[in-house]
């Protein structure tokens, strides 16, 4: 019975999650599927969501402030945070609500800042976070992940010195949704399968947007044609970048499990035998009502305390991308490195900012980036812009309201330190690309 339940339900997380199915002429992953058919049949009411989140959001996080705790342990999960993070809820709910009802000042309501956040982006996440919570428990509590993580933990502690597991959270992430890769590896991380180590490795090596988004870009940028090169690209950058990150001193990130739990980690074998009988301990004990019970609890605590502070933070980076010249004048500096490796005056001036406005927005680069005819500058940016991983549209946020310990500061390095590790491997890639005539210059 073990055995039919693991098989079973791992079947269905498979299906959901990492099978592409077509549908109506499009193939894609079922979440996928699902999450497009609400959005196109439910927008309004999703929005409507939303206005309720920000609303609950902003009273409940001033309760919070004032009474400083609850004696009700969901309330407290809900409501109560730090100063600094429970006023960027409160203003990402204020915000949200300002674009929706059309009432606030214009720089907020322009539709490529707060516009874009609430009409767009907050709407998609909703439903990704709430469809993606709810299944994700068929891939990852009936014994898939210990079994996966048994069979390829040499392998993942070899390259990337992280346990087994967490295979689960990059393929998650390759072929669905990088914010459910983190929300995923936050949850493992409680759960005791990772240390703060191992969850910041993952969650900053593995937890890319998927291909879905990816073959958006490619299209804006003119390389549909060459999509399965440009998303090859960033799975190798984003793989030499996780190997070079496991290996570097984090001093601030412990290798310690969250308050003491140990999920007791892998198998000494690597046996087939000695996975399944892993995975059949887990299904064993598994019940799909609290389960799921759980999960409708943690689509809560993400709409309450990831939503808002997205918005906030998003509109913000926005704002600053579009109506400052902040990001040109810090990017300065990075346009006589750029001509040192070879590109002109002019293009340097565009990719220089390029490079460094994708920390408030994955998307910025590419826009920044489309008009220019060389198609190998085009490539280069528009991978780099996913290989940089962090952006605080969405898992900048996510990890710094995880469990796993960012702050603000912690992401800003990450996307540094990514930028400056996968910078000059896609250079590479792009002049053998461009030696091979695949891309023009």
């Not at 891939?139 to 295979?167: C, D, S």
């Not at 301990?281 to 389960?291: H, Q």
């Not at 898992?395 to 990450?414: C, R």
């Amino acid at each position: 019975m073990a055995v039919f339940k693991f098989l079973f339900y791992s079947i269905l997380g498979v299906m959901a999650f990492l099978a592409p199915i077509t549908i109506g002429g499009e193939s894609s992953i079922l979440m996928a599927h699902i999450k497009a058919l609400i959005i196109d049949g439910y927008i309004e009411q999703i929005r409507g969501l939303v206005v309720v989140v920000s609303v609950v959001t902003i009273i409940g996080t001033i309760i919070g402030f004032v009474k400083k705790d609850f004696k009700n342990q969901y309330l407290k999960e809900f409501f109560v945070c730090g100063p600094i993070n429970g006023l960027a809820r409160i203003l990402g709910g204020i915000f949200f609500l300002m674009v929706h009802y059309g009432v606030g000042p214009s720089i907020i309501l322009d539709p490529n800042t707060g516009g874009m956040m609430a009409t767009d982006l907050l709407p998609s996440l909703m439903v990704t976070f709430c469809v993606g919570v709810m299944l994700m428990p068929f891939l990852t509590a009936f014994g898939l992940v210990e079994f996966i993580g048994v069979l390829i933990a040499p392998f993942m502690r070899k390259v990337f010195k992280v346990p087994g597991y967490a295979a689960i959270d990059a393929i998650a992430s390759f072929l669905g949704d990088g914010t459910i890769g983190i929300v995923v590896t936050d949850e493992q991380y409680q759960k005791g399968y990772y240390t703060q180590r191992e969850a910041v490795t993952i969650a900053t090596s593995f937890s890319i947007v998927g291909i879905s988004f990816a073959a958006v870009v490619a299209d804006l940028l003119r390389l549909s044609d060459r999509f399965v090169i440009f998303y090859a690209t960033i799975a190798f950058s984003t793989i030499i970048a996780g190997m070079i990150i496991a290996r570097l001193p984090l001093k601030k990130f412990k290798d310690e499990y969250y308050m003491g739990k140990n999920f007791a980690g892998e198998e000494a074998s690597t046996s087939f035998y000695s996975a399944i009988k892993k995975a059949t301990e887990v299904a064993s004990k598994a019940n799909l009502v609290s389960i799921l019970m759980d999960s409708v609890k943690k689509v809560g605590i993400l709409y309450i305390t990831f939503i808002p502070v997205i918005m906030f933070m998003g509109t913000l980076g926005l704002v600053i991308a579009e109506h400052t010249s902040i990001f040109k004048i810090i990017s300065m500096p990075l346009i006589p490195i750029l001509r040192v490796f070879g590109f002109s005056k002019e293009v340097s001036a565009v990719m220089a900012p390029a490079m460094i406005v994708g920390f408030s927005d994955m998307y910025l680069p590419s826009l920044l980036i489309e008009s220019v005819p060389s198609e190998m500058t085009r490539f280069l940016i528009g991978t780099l812009s996913f290989a940089q991983l962090i952006f605080l549209s969405e898992t900048g946020m996510i990890l710094v309201s995880s469990k796993i310990g960012f702050n603000f500061w912690d992401t800003l390095k990450f996307f540094i330190l990514r930028t400056v590790i996968t910078f000059p491997v896609i250079y590479i890639i792009v002049k053998i690309l461009y030696s091979m005539g695949i891309l023009m210059n």
